[in-house]
């Protein structure tokens, strides 16, 4: 009762122990490394439409909401692509999904082509595609991807990308193999293929607003969704329907949700945290085992902070977005510079409505964009590779959770070196041999021991 939740629970011992130790990539690169020396960098060049070329086949994995917008993303990217396989634990999600891809696209997907249970990943995997399109919860992307890529798939995979150090590692080796065989993967952290976010990197990554100093970055909003149990589901069907509320399925909102903002300062800065100090509570949420607020302090190598704020409860100021201050000026990361006065130094230009009147939207959705990158970088040879980044982006998520979960500081080498694994050892219909209780930071109250 004294110690609470204690850091063991989440840390476990050293993956040295029994998982394969991986070097991780330098916590220090790109435009925080340089001063203020005026500079070019190269960003992508974007297409509206990827080029036409041999018929590309897509396998889904994962047909929920949103592996069902992932596919119809992926038809809506250029000519010559299909859907040819879909598979999912419960039969429902495929039929919905067959439904959706007919209607939004007109695509079929035969009866032959749609697989159910636990290994139909392997199934649709084995269906003859060329892409790997991988959406279902985060808990089970490191198995799915690894196998993708043994089979020679190139990979679109939805962040984050895993829910454990265990995970990320995996993740990480994987991305390395997939580099080496020339096989792209793109990751679903859509601002870095977003229009107005890439060129604001651009002027931030040149020197716009000198060197950075620190960050801040959101995702306050609403409650997402939940399910009530049903007396006809097995326990694992229940946890599965409600995934965003259990850790082992969605590694908690601050990994599966505002992931996006932390892989946004990492791309700006250049940086991974060392360490972090958080806290964070239930206040509203009705099932699962999850917080649904999140305050983290993250502490960079160079000794800048980045303050990362999450929540999801409704009725509450919300707020999604980023900011980074630099020496020069500061940036919303997404349209903007400003001097140290405010004054605008930069703003991005959208393009003009059919009147001629400027819009606030980009031309392409990211959501498409990202589809098209992949699709481009299949067709011209040119491969990209974003799972390293984003698998590094989910575990300092991994670690801000950690910290307030137990109310400690925890390190970036305690997370690289954790053998933590979320999840059951069996997948099954049935009981799920995990824990359940909401995890509560610090040490319990004593009467008298205070005296």
């Known amino acids: 009762m004294k110690n609470g939740i204690s850091r063991r629970t989440f840390l476990g011992t050293s993956a040295a122990a029994g998982l394969t130790t991986?070097?991780?990539?330098?916590?220090?690169?790109?435009?925080?490394?340089?001063?203020?020396?005026?500079?070019?960098?190269?960003?992508?060049?974007f297409l509206?439409?990827?080029?036409?070329?041999?018929?590309?086949?897509?396998?889904?994995?994962?047909?929920?909401?949103?592996?069902?917008?992932?596919?119809?993303?992926?038809?809506?990217?250029?000519?010559?692509?299909?859907?040819?396989?879909?598979?999912?634990?419960?039969?429902?999600?495929?039929?919905?999904?067959?439904?959706?891809?007919?209607?939004?696209?007109?695509?079929?997907?035969?009866?032959?082509?749609?697989?159910?249970?636990?290994?139909?990943?392997?199934?649709?995997?084995?269906?003859?595609?060329?892409?790997?399109?991988?959406?279902?919860?985060?808990?089970?992307?490191?198995?799915?991807?690894?196998?993708?890529?043994?089979?020679?798939?190139?990979?679109?995979?939805?962040?984050?990308?895993?829910?454990?150090?265990?995970g990320a590692r995996s993740v990480i080796a994987t991305a390395r193999k997939a580099a080496g065989m020339g096989h792209s993967v793109v990751t679903g952290t859509q601002r870095r293929h977003q229009r107005d976010y890439v060129a604001t990197y651009k002027n931030v990554a040149e020197g716009m607003i000198g060197d950075?100093?620190?960050?801040?970055?959101?995702?306050?909003?609403?409650k997402l969704w939940h399910r009530d149990p049903n007396p006809k589901w097995t326990e694992?069907?229940?946890?599965?329907?409600?995934?965003?509320?259990?850790?082992?399925?969605?590694?908690?909102?601050?990994?599966?949700?505002?992931?996006?903002?932390?892989?946004?300062i990492h791309w700006f800065t250049g940086?991974?945290?060392?360490?972090?100090?958080?806290?964070?509570?239930?206040?509203?949420?009705?099932?699962?085992?999850?917080?649904?607020?999140?305050?983290?302090?993250?502490?960079?190598?160079?000794?800048?902070?980045?303050?990362?704020?999450?929540?999801q409860i409704n009725g509450c100021a919300n707020n999604v977005s980023e900011r980074v201050q630099g020496t020069l000026g500061s940036s919303n990361c997404q349209n903007t510079i400003l001097d140290p006065a405010g004054t605008t130094l930069w703003k991005y230009e959208y393009p003009l409505d059919d009147q001629g009147q400027p819009t606030s939207e980009i031309k392409i959705s990211p959501y498409v964009q990202e589809h098209i990158d992949l699709v481009t970088a299949i067709r011209t040879g040119k491969p990209i590779n974003e799972a390293e980044n984003t698998a590094m982006s989910t575990l300092v998520a991994i670690m801000g959770?950690?910290?307030?979960?137990?109310?400690?500081?925890?390190?970036?080498?305690?997370?690289?070196?954790?053998?933590m694994k979320l999840g059951p050892?069996?997948?099954?219909?049935?009981?799920?041999?995990?824990?359940?209780?909401v995890p509560v930071a610090g040490e319990a109250y004593v009467p008298g021991s205070e005296s």
């Open 212 to 222: 950075i100093v620190s960050a801040n970055c959101w995702w306050n909003g609403g």
């Open 48 to 166: 509206d439409q990827a080029p036409d070329g041999q018929e590309l086949k897509a396998g889904l994995i994962g047909c929920g909401g949103r592996g069902t917008g992932a596919a119809i993303d992926f038809l809506s990217a250029g000519p010559n692509l299909k859907i040819t396989a879909l598979g999912d634990v419960l039969q429902d999600r495929i039929d919905s999904c067959r439904e959706e891809l007919k209607k939004e696209k007109g695509a079929e997907v035969p009866d032959e082509m749609c697989f159910v249970g636990f290994d139909a990943f392997q199934k649709v995997i084995e269906s003859g595609v060329d892409i790997v399109i991988l959406a279902t919860p985060p808990h089970f992307r490191p198995e799915h991807f690894s196998a993708a890529i043994e089979a020679h798939k190139h990979v679109f995979m939805e962040k984050p990308v895993c829910v454990d150090p265990a």
């Open 271 to 311: 940086m991974y945290p060392v360490k972090a100090t958080g806290f964070g509570s239930r206040q509203r949420r009705v099932t699962g085992d999850q917080f649904d607020n999140f305050s983290v302090d993250f502490v960079f190598e160079n000794g800048i902070h980045m303050h990362s704020m999450c929540r």
């Open 425 to 437: 050892t069996v997948y099954a219909f049935g009981k799920v041999d995990v824990p359940k209780a």
């Open 22 to 45: 991986l070097t991780f990539p330098s916590l220090v690169t790109g435009c925080a490394k340089e001063k203020t020396t005026k500079k070019t960098v190269e960003v992508m060049t």
């Open 236 to 264: 694992m069907e229940y946890m599965i329907r409600d995934w965003v509320n259990w850790c082992w399925l969605s590694g908690d909102h601050i990994v599966e949700q505002h992931v996006h903002n932390l892989d946004v």
């Open 401 to 419: 959770r950690v910290s307030a979960y137990t109310g400690k500081e925890v390190t970036m080498e305690e997370m690289m070196n954790s053998d």
